[in-house]
């Protein structure tokens, strides 16, 4: 049956392109969402920037027809903006929320054969409405179930011979169509399951690989379990361009993908500098504005950064900061993702830590600026969440590693154990 979506302001801002995801069904726009949206166009952050599409976008379907009476979407639904119809002197009174109430009441009674759908990311508006008897839905087109997120490893059951040509460095084929690229494997002997190796699956050799061995240089990070190895394999391989690291608190993503990034760029030198970046979400209260250049400003925000490159120089020929933030002949550098829209970023070694922070779109726009030669990893922890405006199940980390988890460019690990301290580690699990 087709139904009629009534969307809320913050769909189109989480998404711009919103309305061509409900197949063949009509969406309704009401007016109060444009007022809404005109509000935010000034806006420079990411919101802004959305508010702007949307204005484009309805713009230019205002040329194909009437918004007023429907214009067709490509699924076959049409797209309307609508206006209150009433003489109710108090339709245009109180909240948005409540206005945008009346008016999907107001589609409803018009049409009551066809059902009404309430579409807001905002808890309290789906409450009221199905208080007042409209059905109301998340906007879930962006959501990745967290019971089915990707993992990146596993394990498989194989005969002896398999595990001595893996620990003899060699390949061993294997048809298995439910494996993805690049997963990661624990290889149990299938007459002794006490015997193990650890393998990546490399779905265009149809092939489990031995993992890379960890150089001597890293010698400070040893990997303490078998994540940890799996999450250095995919940092330190060079044919994967984007590495999704999801862990609570200390499990040594940053740590890893820090070490990693340096011996890239100082060793190796295949990169020419490592570039960190980080959203800049405040935890708790904000302390207001900070002074300085905007690396000065930065450098509250990439302590944990300084605190990984600390860890690794062992106070043996520390990392000096200086006034663009790190002192090393401009190798690594630290830049806010506000002004990466728009650029091209080739042969670097890119990080972005707490990812989690970031809304698909966001993450997208990170990800297309990834020139030639470019590695880039994000890390973070999905259920540390500052961004009102994204969960653990619709931000850009977990949407990244659930997209790109078929292709051989990209390799997804899930850290589960900690291994900062006892006390973090317990505090992890039960706070």
């Given at each position: 049956?087709?139904?009629?979506?009534?969307?809320?302001?913050?769909?189109?801002?989480?998404?711009?392109?919103?309305?061509h995801?409900?197949?063949?069904?009509?969406?309704?726009?009401?007016?109060?969402?444009?007022?809404?949206?005109?509000?935010?166009?000034?806006?420079?952050?990411?919101l802004?920037?959305?508010?702007?599409?949307?204005?484009?976008?309805?713009?230019?379907?205002?040329?194909?027809?009437?918004?007023?009476?429907?214009?067709?979407?490509?699924?076959?639904?049409?797209?309307?903006?609508?206006?209150?119809?009433?003489?109710?002197?108090?339709?245009a009174?109180?909240?948005?929320?409540?206005?945008?109430?009346?008016?999907?009441?107001?589609?409803?009674?018009?049409?009551?054969?066809?059902?009404?759908?309430?579409?807001?990311k905002?808890?309290?508006?789906?409450?009221?409405?199905?208080?007042?008897?409209?059905?109301?839905?998340?906007?879930?087109?962006?959501r990745?179930?967290?019971?089915?997120?990707?993992?990146?490893?596993?394990?498989?059951?194989?005969?002896?011979?398999?595990?001595?040509?893996?620990?003899?460095?060699?390949?061993?084929?294997?048809?298995?169509?439910?494996?993805?690229?690049?997963?990661?494997?624990?290889?149990?002997?299938?007459?002794?399951k006490?015997?193990?190796?650890?393998?990546?699956?490399?779905?265009?050799?149809?092939?489990?690989?031995?993992?890379?061995?960890?150089?001597?240089?890293?010698r400070?990070?040893?990997?303490?379990?078998?994540?940890?190895?799996?999450?250095?394999?995919?940092?330190?391989?060079?044919?994967?361009?984007?590495?999704?690291?999801?862990?609570?608190?200390?499990?040594?993503?940053?740590?890893?993908?820090?070490?990693?990034?340096?011996?890239?760029?100082?060793?190796?030198?295949?990169?020419?500098?490592?570039?960190?970046?980080?959203?800049?979400?405040?935890?708790?209260?904000?302390?207001?504005?900070?002074?300085?250049t905007?690396?000065?400003?930065?450098?509250?925000?990439?302590?944990?950064?300084?605190?990984?490159?600390?860890?690794?120089?062992?106070?043996?020929?520390?990392?000096?900061?200086?006034?663009?933030?790190?002192?090393?002949?401009?190798?690594?550098?630290?830049?806010?993702?506000?002004?990466?829209?728009?650029r091209?970023?080739?042969?670097?070694?890119?990080?972005?830590?707490?990812?989690?922070?970031?809304?698909?779109?966001?993450?997208?726009?990170?990800?297309?600026r990834?020139?030639?030669?470019?590695?880039?990893?994000?890390?973070?922890?999905?259920?540390?969440?500052?961004?009102?405006?994204?969960?653990?199940?619709?931000?850009?980390?977990?949407?990244?590693?659930?997209?790109?988890?078929?292709?051989?460019?990209?390799?997804?690990?899930?850290?589960?154990?900690?291994?900062?301290?006892?006390?973090?580690?317990?505090?992890?699990?039960?706070?």
């Open positions: 049956m087709k139904k009629t979506y009534v969307l809320d302001t913050n769909v189109l801002l989480h998404d711009p392109t919103a309305y995801h409900f197949e063949d069904n009509d969406v309704v726009i009401p007016l109060k969402v444009i007022e809404e949206i005109d509000s935010f166009k000034r806006d420079m952050t990411e802004g920037r959305n508010a702007r599409q949307v204005s484009r976008t309805l713009d230019d379907m205002r040329v194909k027809g009437h918004l007023a009476n429907g214009v067709t979407l490509e699924g076959g639904g049409l797209l309307r903006i609508a206006f209150p119809r009433t003489d109710d002197p108090l339709h009174a109180g909240s948005a929320d409540d206005q945008i109430l009346r008016m999907a009441m107001e589609v409803q009674r018009a049409a009551p054969q066809q059902p009404c759908i309430v579409v807001s905002d808890i309290n508006l789906r409450l009221k409405a199905d208080a007042i008897g409209l059905k109301a839905e998340d906007y879930e087109t962006d990745v179930d967290l019971d089915e997120l990707y993992t990146g490893q596993g394990e498989k059951l194989l005969p002896a011979a398999a595990l001595e040509a893996i620990r003899q460095g060699k390949k061993f084929p294997v048809e298995d169509p439910q494996l993805y690229a690049n997963q990661y494997l624990l290889v149990r002997d299938e007459t002794d006490s015997r193990s190796v650890l393998a990546r699956y490399d779905a265009e050799a149809k092939a489990l690989v031995p993992l890379i061995g960890i150089p001597e240089e890293l400070q990070v040893q990997p303490r379990n078998k994540e940890q190895y799996f999450a250095m394999d995919a940092l330190l391989n060079d044919a994967i361009k984007v590495v999704t690291i999801i862990g609570k608190a200390g499990t040594g993503k940053t740590l890893l993908a820090v070490a990693a990034g340096l011996y890239k760029v100082f060793n190796t030198k295949l990169y020419r500098k490592m570039l960190v970046s980080r959203p800049t979400f405040a935890m708790g209260k904000d302390i207001g504005f900070l002074p300085g905007v690396e000065e400003k930065l450098n509250p925000w990439m302590s944990p950064i300084f605190d990984a490159l600390d860890l690794l120089a062992d106070g043996q020929n520390p990392i000096r900061r200086g006034k663009d933030g790190l002192d090393e002949g401009g190798r690594i550098s630290i830049e806010a993702l506000t002004y990466i829209r728009g091209s970023i080739p042969r670097q070694f890119m990080i972005v830590d707490e990812a989690q922070n970031l809304t698909p779109l966001e993450a997208k726009t990170v990800l297309t990834v020139g030639p030669g470019t590695k880039i990893i994000l890390t973070g922890d999905i259920y540390q969440i500052d961004n009102p405006y994204v969960d653990s199940m619709s931000n850009g980390l977990s949407t990244v590693a659930q997209k790109f988890k078929s292709y051989g460019i990209a390799a997804h690990i899930l850290l589960s154990k900690g291994v900062r301290s006892e006390v973090a580690e317990l505090a992890a699990n039960l706070l």
